[in-house]
């Protein structure tokens, strides 16, 4: 499961890539849910932390693991709760719009 | 075992997926939220196959969740006035996470870190580390805990930079020597310092871009923690993020029409120094909430321009009832919305919505300016700086060349204000002292109920 140098880079810049593509079509109305879900998102970060928590390699890898783990997942949970809140306001004048 | 492997590879393979058609739904807000459960569903899935490693204690990783889960939940019940600190906060979580892994990650493998491990590494812990401090102060500043007056001294971006560059020294260091582990902990106390001193000359005018910025960084720094632990999923959300921020920080700067490289490296808010000084008595018509109804009421296309102020007197609710009064005597009402008319980027128009109304009437600053000349009243409610026509003209003014709603051109301009005290960036508003312009002086929400009696009483 090793990574290269370049293979994380050629991933790292594809994702920017599409990142740029797909967000500049996000419409300006939505940017303070684009902002939340992105934080969520981000928040995948949750992954390196289990593992660190959960392998306990050491003392303090155990202990900075399970407070990451607390604030990746508050980022998840109170992220995607407040994104869906946010979404679910939006609505239209006419009952349907092409 | 190597089943094992696969699987997990695989669930964070579609995890990756989900989370691009995430944010492509959320191009529209008919698909929205739709993005939201394909979220949902990768992170899910990401953190179940992140469960099956092999060799992996649950205890820790049980309490950490569930911990999480009770901070998580209020947090995301938070006021929508709120949001943008709420967003700083999670800005400053997501920071922590990132840097408390990458120190554990240390600690882990010194001395013997291989240089790029280390380079990407350190790009971790410094990047988080600001942004923790960063966006705690920020947050901090929202939420008004902490002073909103920004706070400048002389050689700040000297300080600053230097702090700034000391930490990538440091960095340098144990690329080449790993094994002077002491150096590592001043490499995270000099960024939280950094976070901390980056936010004080910033005001509550500038937050837009800084919660953007922030955003950005957050991103990268979770980036470069994919690098440390190999994970090609984590690299790609934090590219998306970091992406994503970068985006935003550069609408954000456009529209206040601040450079670039101003805003990369956080010295904004030097032009906060404008004096409020030569305060001008000239004559401004002003209007009583009969008369302002009577003119609306015989307007065929009404735009609304909402600022914060708005907001801080908690009259959405009342626009709406505007809204629904107005377009019931078959006058056409539009919103016109600045991009930094709230607190972060599209939070008027969550505030807006939040009020029930329909996002189609929501247009942003290039789709309506088009349509002042073509409009019998300009309404503006708590917003100052954004309508501005000095930032047109005035070569002189400090805000020139920021881009504005033209509401100037409109036939009548409406402005409700609670009095004439100057706006955020303390300079005077030549609109107010124009021939069409009408002043309607008190607080938002009182002022627009009674014009919503007016008119919905006036109909029987």
């Given at each position: 499961m090793n990574l290269d140098l370049l293979t994380g880079l050629y991933v790292f810049m594809l994702a920017a890539f599409i990142g740029f593509?797909?967000?500049?079509?996000?419409?300006?109305?939505?940017?303070?849910?684009?902002?939340?879900?992105?934080?969520?998102?981000?928040?995948?970060?949750?992954?390196?932390?289990?593992?660190?928590?959960?392998?306990?390699?050491?003392?303090?890898?155990?202990?900075?693991?399970?407070?990451?783990?607390?604030?990746?997942?508050?980022?998840?949970?109170?992220?995607?709760?407040?994104?869906?809140?946010?979404?679910?306001m939006f609505k239209t004048s006419a009952p349907r719009k092409p | 075992m190597i089943a094992t492997e696969h699987v997990i590879e695989i669930t964070y393979l579609i995890a990756t997926a989900l989370f691009i058609l995430s944010l492509k739904w959320l191009s529209s807000p008919a698909t929205a939220r739709h993005g939201v459960w394909a979220g949902e569903a990768g992170m899910l899935l990401a953190i179940v196959g992140t469960l099956m490693h092999h060799g992996l204690t649950y205890r820790w990783v049980a309490i950490g969740l569930v911990l999480g889960t009770i901070i998580g939940v209020p947090l995301g019940k938070v006021a929508m006035t709120a949001v943008p600190q709420r967003t700083a906060l999670s800005h400053a979580f997501g920071a922590l996470c990132v840097t408390l892994v990458?120190?554990?990650?240390?600690?882990?493998?010194?001395?013997?870190?291989?240089?790029?491990?280390?380079?990407?590494?350190?790009?971790?812990?410094?990047?988080?580390?600001?942004?923790?401090?960063?966006?705690?102060?920020?947050?901090?500043?929202?939420?008004?805990?902490?002073?909103?007056?920004?706070?400048?001294?002389?050689?700040?971006?000297?300080?600053?930079l230097g702090m700034l560059a000391i930490?990538?020294?440091?960095?340098?260091?144990?690329?080449q020597h790993p094994e002077k582990m002491y150096l590592f902990p001043l490499m995270i106390i000099i960024p939280l310092l950094f976070g901390v001193m980056m936010i004080i000359p910033i005001g509550g005018a500038d937050m837009p871009t800084v919660i953007s910025l922030l955003n950005s960084y957050a991103g990268l720094s979770a980036a470069a923690m994919g690098f440390v632990l190999s994970s090609k999923l984590l690299i790609i959300a934090g590219a998306l993020d970091g992406a994503s921020g970068l985006i935003l920080s550069v609408n954000m700067s456009k529209a206040m029409n601040r450079s670039f490289t101003n805003v990369l490296f956080g010295a904004f808010g030097q032009e906060q120094n404008a004096v409020a000084g030569e305060k001008e008595t000239r004559p401004v018509?002003?209007?009583?909430?009969?008369?302002?109804?009577?003119?609306?009421?015989?307007?065929?296309?009404?735009?609304?321009?909402?600022?914060?102020?708005?907001?801080?007197?908690?009259?959405?609710?009342?626009?709406?009832?505007?809204?629904?009064?107005?377009?019931?005597?078959?006058v056409d009402v539009k919103f016109g919305i600045h991009p930094v008319a709230g607190r972060m980027p599209g939070h008027m128009n969550v505030l807006l919505a939040e009020a029930?109304?329909?996002?189609?009437?929501?247009?942003?600053?290039?789709?309506?300016?088009?349509?002042?000349?073509?409009?019998?009243?300009?309404?503006?409610?708590?917003?100052?700086?954004?309508?501005?026509?000095?930032?047109?003209?005035?070569?002189?003014?400090?805000?020139?060349?920021?881009?504005?709603?033209?509401?100037?051109?409109?036939?009548?301009?409406?402005?409700?204000?609670?009095s004439m005290a100057a706006g955020f960036a303390g300079i005077d508003n030549p609109l107010y002292y124009l021939d069409k312009t009408l002043m309607l002086f008190g607080d938002a929400r009182n002022f627009v109920g009674l014009i919503v009696r007016e008119l919905t009483g006036g109909h029987g």
């Open positions: 593509e797909v967000i500049r079509r996000v419409s300006p109305l939505l940017h303070t849910p684009l902002m939340s879900l992105t934080n969520a998102l981000d928040a995948i970060a949750v992954v390196g932390a289990i593992i660190l928590a959960g392998e306990g390699k050491s003392t303090l890898a155990t202990i900075l693991g399970t407070i990451a783990i607390v604030a990746a997942t508050s980022n998840i949970v109170g992220g995607f709760i407040i994104t869906d809140r946010m979404l679910k | 990458g120190t554990a990650e240390f600690y882990l493998r010194a001395p013997d870190v291989p240089k790029f491990m280390m380079g990407v590494l350190s790009l971790e812990v410094i990047l988080g580390a600001l942004t923790f401090t960063g966006s705690l102060m920020a947050a901090g500043k929202l939420q008004e805990v902490l002073p909103q007056r920004p706070i400048t001294y002389k050689g700040q971006n000297i300080v600053n930490a990538v020294g440091i960095a340098v260091m144990l690329v018509r002003s209007a009583s909430p009969e008369e302002a109804a009577g003119i609306l009421a015989a307007a065929s296309k009404v735009v609304i321009v909402p600022g914060y102020g708005m907001a801080v007197a908690q009259a959405q609710h009342k626009v709406r009832e505007l809204y629904d009064a107005l377009t019931k005597k078959g029930d109304i329909p996002y189609d009437k929501l247009l942003e600053m290039d789709d309506i300016n088009g349509d002042f000349p073509q409009t019998d009243v300009a309404l503006i409610i708590g917003a100052n700086d954004v309508t501005n026509p000095a930032a047109r003209e005035d070569k002189n003014s400090p805000i020139y060349g920021m881009p504005i709603l033209d509401v100037d051109k409109a036939r009548t301009v409406m402005v409700i204000k609670r």
